[in-house]
């Protein structure tokens, strides 16, 4: 589905992504995995068309799209979440979750927003509240939704499990367990590996903006085979989350 073929991405004439690569397919979840700095959001921006590619491809579904403005990405049903959340205070939840449907023209809105509130539902009982009533785990929730309008295909997380509580880790990996089997593709970048551990099917880790797969251990001795050797020690699956919407459609905390 995705293939991100030996990218090198500069800012301000810094080389940033050196050769990095990585592919995806749907019904995947894929890690990507580094310190502070290694690369993570330039890699995700770049998959998006927010960070320019120097050299290198990506492909979606075969497709070069390399050099496409991310409205096109958009359309072909890439979303992606960032790190913070950047919601429209004064706009209710369901208008932030409808902004790239608009923003890019994307022609089955409706269709879209009753499949985000299947998968979502708490999100539905708090749509018509202005996103600055919403508590920080609800508001992730809604960056969720709103990366799900675009992103039906292919979803790219900027640490979606960064400083969230406990019960919003859960539901959040709950979520994506479900688009999973939806057959959605899933690239996550995080800094800590033990994060949504037990729903990668594979992981890539980047250091200093270069790539390099490796094998994923899980605790009940399996692994996923990739290429690659280098073991990762603390991957650390805690088997099947537990519901956690209702805590999350409640009032704000
Ligand atoms: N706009 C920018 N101008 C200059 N340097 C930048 C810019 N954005 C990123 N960088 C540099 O690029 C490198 C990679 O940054 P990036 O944000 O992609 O890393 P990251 O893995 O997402 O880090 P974090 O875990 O802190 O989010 C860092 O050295 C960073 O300082
Ligand atoms: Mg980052």
């Known amino acids: 589905m995705l293939e991100v073929h030996r990218i090198d991405v500069d800012i301000a004439s810094v080389s940033i992504l050196r050769n990095a690569a990585l ?9 990507l995995i580094g310190r502070n700095g290694a690369g993570k959001t330039t890699f995700l921006r770049a998959i998006m068309g927010l960070a320019s590619i120097r ?7 075969h497709a070069d799209i390399t050099q496409a403005p991310p409205q096109r990405r958009a359309l072909l049903g ?24 608009w923003s890019v023209g994307i022609p089955d809105q409706e269709d879209r927003l009753a499949w985000i509130y299947d998968v979502m539902p708490e999100t539905k009982v ?13 508001q992730k929730l809604v960056a969720l939704a709103r990366a799900l309008m675009a992103g039906n ?14 019960a919003l880790a859960r539901r959040m990996s709950e979520i994506l367990h479900t688009l999973k089997d939806d057959g959605l593709g899933i690239l996550i970048a995080e800094s ?7 729903l990668m099917d594979r992981m890539f880790a980047i250091e200093r903006g270069a790539v390099e797969s ?8 399996g692994t996923v085979p ?16 537990a519901r956690a919407s209702g805590e999350l459609a409640g009032d704000s905390t």
Do not use: W
């Open 78 to 101: 890439i979303g992606y979440m960032p790190e913070d959340r950047r919601l429209v205070p004064s706009m209710t939840a369901e208008d932030n979750i409808t902004v790239p449907a």
């Open 214 to 221: 490796r094998p994923l251990r899980r605790k009940n001795g």
């Open 23 to 31: 592919d995806l397919q749907a019904g995947q979840m894929v890690g």
């Open 126 to 138: 708090f749509r018509h509240r202005p996103a600055s009533s919403l508590s920080g785990g609800q």
């Open 153 to 166: 295909r292919l979803l790219l997380l900027d640490e979606p499990s960064e400083g969230v509580a406990p």
């Open 226 to 241: 990739v290429a690659g050797a280098i073991p990762v020690a603390d991957a650390s699956p805690a088997g099947v989350p």
């Open 55 to 61: 050299s290198g491809q990506v492909t979606f579904d």
């Open 192 to 198: 800590n590996v033990r994060h949504c551990a037990d």
